[in-house]
């Protein structure tokens, strides 16, 4: 039989065994961070102040893992995932924590500033082991603190296993609801599987109105944790012209209002004229025909034809054209013979009436517009008189006229004069009224 000494003793080391294999919990698992594109997007949250739990009920197992030991995962976890340069503000704060060095039941271990993940993680080691008391509404009101002076939307994650602290805790959330109203969210993180706690958990996200509440489980892994960031922080595709297409992709930003894009982002525009429908007063501008700001097709002799359908080019200002922006009415394209009844003179005299100055200012402008034109100035009487007078006079006014059109600018080279009398009458010279179209310059073509 053995000693009842030793057998003591192996009875307490076997307890001791026990003890120790019962309170002996397994390292986290190893975190990969999944990386998470800010790039394009508006933020959801421009600050984030993280709220850890580090009360002595954190100490405790949940499956295999302490709990404070989780805690620190999630938090350092997202730290790792949330893009350094997205540019936010952060704040990180703790409630309980090892007495000795933690004399305050709720402390801010890493001031509100910009993120820093290095910052983050240091202040982060400084919390070593739960301890202490649990006042989540404390810790919760302090925030109204971290948020002040703080511009546009803040998260406030909360990560705790809100064992035993009551629905009363979530007094410290309206606090901060009502200080901050829609520019504060809550996001609750709960660790463990407390029923009460879970309840609480979604109590403050209510309470936030626009947050949600989450467990740990559901964030141990890279994409896991990746959506939740997302979901967070990151908000819809940026657009800053409102056109529908994000500012990432759009390739015509400061698109105004209402103006239809393509897929990347540039007013429509249907003709390809490269002046954007909205701007294009010309629609339907057949392709390859330059066009102007308003998007229609130049004229450069502003004579109301295009010079893509502008047979006569560099028309003078003024002179009336047809279809195809040639002179019209004084000198009609296709004809070959032009006459002109209101050319008028002094009685019996060369002298060419003010009067008639107009149309042959437009007879002119329509030589000019066509240089390649030759004419032969025609005098034309009546039988009135003698035909020997009227020979002469015919001569003397065809030349009268071909006299001013010199002085206009057309060229002597182009024009000749000639006077036929009554030789050629147009109409009976037995009535006044054919008489009076018998009496007329005629311009005829020279080929």
Known sequence: MKHPVTMLALLLMIAALMSACATSYQPVPPFTPVEVDAGGHALKAQNVIVIMDASSS???GYQQWKKFDIATSVVRNMAETVPADMGIKSGLRIFGGDPKMFAESTSVIDDVGDFDKVAHHKALSTVSQAGG???????????????????????VIMV???KGMGAGQAAGARAVKEKFGD????????VGDDADGQQ???????VGGCGFATNADSLASGEQMADFVQKVFIGDMMDSDGDGVGDAMDKCPGTPAGVKVDSVGCPLDSDKDGVPDYQDKCPGTPAGVKVDSTGCPLDSDGDGVPDSLDKCPKTPAGVKVDASGCPLTVLQSGAVSWTFNEINFEVSKADIKPASYGI?????AALGANPQLKVVVEGHTDNTGARAFNMDLSNRRAEAVMGYLVGKGVSPSRLSAKGYGPDRPI?????KLGRSKNRRVQFTKVN
């Open 58 to 60: 954190m100490g405790e």
């Open 160 to 162: 705790t296993d809100a």
């Open 427 to 431: 109409a009976d010279n037995a009535t």
């Open 360 to 364: 042959l200012d437009e007879i002119a």
């Open 183 to 190: 520019s504060v969210c809550f996001y609750p993180i709960l």
């Open 133 to 155: 008391t649990s006042p989540l509404g404390e810790a919760a009101a302090a925030v109204v603190n971290d948020l002040e002076g703080l511009d546009g939307t803040s998260a």
């Open 200 to 206: 609480l958990m979604e109590e403050i996200a209510r």
